[in-house]
């Protein structure tokens, strides 16, 4: 690293894993979301994101935020992620508040430290073509520049958000482009004309700046979390003995003072130095059951089984039922899948419903199913 | 009965509850066939026929044929039909040789008896009326006639086999009219037609006829099975103390002698002195989930639901899955029925393909799923 040219400053990974990930309901759980589960056979989709980071980003430098039901897991996940880089929020705040708190605590440590932000529940396929652009964005953001991933587009998805360019930008080769603007979740109507101009990529939520450059950006546009994020590193930080054993405490104190808002809102759309990187990397963010049936390997009759199934007339099935034969007679199109006290039978092309599933859970408050 | 006017012979019940209903798997099983289930709340269908003929034949009278499987559960279920009159058949031969092992066994202690033969499976909504019909039909079965119930057709059924009558009859009043000839069942078009003529009715499978009708039929059209039911009887009925408990050893011995034919076939459409009674007492024979669906009551959406089931824009449904929830989503005319071991889902209109699954799973040897 030390003999690369340009500015110097060394790459972080800021692992978001709080999610709850309601969207794999039964087999997700709030003690079990997305990105800590098994997807058959697989390591969990957070350690997968940390392998995947490895070859630039050793574990030692790597922080993960998560929330207090699932801290333990994440730890056992993530033996080689050093114990006091994995923070649990001790209430939810989005994202904003989060990748501050990151800026903080590893300013704290490296003052010249550039920050990689990423999800810990998307599908990379093409690690190679993701390593390349890792180290454009690490070198743009060592430039002071706000950097985000724009994914090339694949369908008018319409639970994304977007990322605009001036001009139709080429893939090849890989470049960082200013960003016009962000663009919230379009209406299908819209994404299809986002699809045709091919200005609009896909807005990964992978971030890449300056721990600095975060800072100042949320002083300006998020002065009351700023100083608060400010406060929470001065306690833990400052002199004492065994700081860090002090951020629970800390944070149980300070951080639910955070305003609850998501970084895109409240510095992307606002700032002006952003840069996105126009890329494909075999992206997926696994929204889905019906997400993670396309990406499966199917049979002859286009069915997914992961547990035994006898086919009458069926096909398009994705059968995830441990434990017992599923005799499946004239059926087409469905996602079933079974945990312990929970049978999941959903049309898949009407997967994305199955948050409606879980809100009806919470207001019956059926906290087992939860 | 002894004031009754013409000719007088007691009425006994012979039951036929041997089958093994694979057709509601995976709730029946061999050793839980159809009869023997409870569908949802009820008593068994077993239970039912036997409660449906007390108001006319005391359980004393009561004859029930099964199989070494299933005795003791019947038994259990039928506390009150002496237990000499609960015969296990060692080996399966249809319904020729049972019906005619019923008649020699009865007949041994009544020469005059006349027989109801029930199968065990089947449901009656309207008893009053079918108590009706049966009035009729013993009093014919006592003048030497062959009785056969005709259901009065609802649909062009071809899983039934039919009774055909040369003029179209009237339902009301009741009366015994001569069978022109049996019919197996149809193709789709050839019960079309019977329908439009209505000349056609289907066979029900219950007969009456008095002990020594029966046998003098079996000598003419099935010496062979004749003769050995006979030796049966004489090793049972002569003198040498409880000769009734003899009877499983000498039915070990000699009933898999007989052949392995249908009354129907062996002696029906044979016959020359059979009688038919065209009636309407709400029969149904239960051969499909979906025929059961159909006698279900349903909620506003068209779904008879048997478990915790949340919906969302979900119909037509017969849901059964005993101890946790289960979440539809997008759903349109299944049934979704559980056990501890297998998960079945069949569309409403194929649930005759049941069958299919079961004789995979022979062929499979998976006998822990039988």
């Known amino acids: 690293m030390s003999t690369r040219r340009g500015p110097s400053g060394r790459l972080y990974g800021v692992i978001l894993a709080g999610g709850r990930g309601t969207r794999f309901w039964p087999r997700s759980r709030r003690n ?29 430098d790597i922080w993960v935020f998560t929330n207090r039901n699932l801290v333990r897991e994440v730890c056992r996940q993530l033996p080689d992620v050093p114990r006091a880089q994995i923070i649990a929020e001790p209430v939810q705040r989005n994202t904003a508040p989060c990748i501050g708190l990151a800026a903080e605590l590893i300013a704290a440590r490296d003052p010249d430290a550039v ?26 953001a060592r430039l002071g520049k706000i950097v985000v991933l724009g994914v090339s587009p694949r369908w008018p998805e319409t639970g994304y958000g977007y990322v605009e360019f001036a001009r139709r930008p080429a893939l090849a080769p890989l470049r ?37 450059v975060i800072r100042e950006a949320l002083q300006r546009h998020l002065p009351r979390t700023a100083a608060t994020l400010a406060a929470i590193r001065a ?58 049936y396309d990406l499966l390997p199917h049979d002859d009759r286009q069915n997914a089984l992961y547990s035994e199934t006898l086919l009458i007339g069926s096909s398009g099935l994705l059968v995830d039922v441990p434990g017992k034969l599923v005799a499946a007679v004239g059926l087409e199109d469905l996602v079933v899948v079974e945990t312990k006290d929970a049978l999941l039978i959903v049309r898949r092309d009407q997967t994305q419903q199955i948050s409606r599933v879980v809100s009806q859970l919470e207001k019956a408050r059926r906290e087992e199913l939860l």
Chains 1, 2 share one sequence.
């Not at 079990?32 to 980003?57: E, F």
């Not at 990689?116 to 599908?123: A, E, I, N, Q, R």
């Not at 126009?278 to 963010?285: H, K, L, V």
Request: net charge positive.
């Open 176 to 212: 960082a482009l200013p960003v016009k603007r962000f663009r919230e979740k379009p209406s299908l109507a819209v994404a299809r004309r986002y699809l045709k101009t091919q200005r609009f990529f896909w807005n990964s939520g992978m971030f890449f700046w300056k721990a600095s």
């Open 115 to 140: 920050l990689g932000v990423f999800p810990s529940d998307h599908l990379i396929r093409k690690p190679a073509a993701f390593h390349r652009v890792l180290r454009l964005a690490a070198k743009q």
């Open 235 to 292: 306690k833990v930080s400052g002199p004492g003995g065994a700081p860090w054993k002090r951020l629970p405490g800390v944070l149980a104190e300070l951080f639910p003072a955070c305003e609850n808002i998501s970084v895109d809102y409240a510095v992307l759309e606002k700032a002006s130095q952003v840069v996105g990187i126009p890329c494909d990397f075999g992206w997926n963010d696994l929204g889905t059951w019906s997400a993670v």
């Open 32 to 60: 079990n979301p997305k990105q800590l589960m098994k997807l058959w056979g697989k390591s969990s989709l957070l350690r997968q994101t940390v392998d995947r980071l490895r070859p630039m980003i050793p574990s030692r």
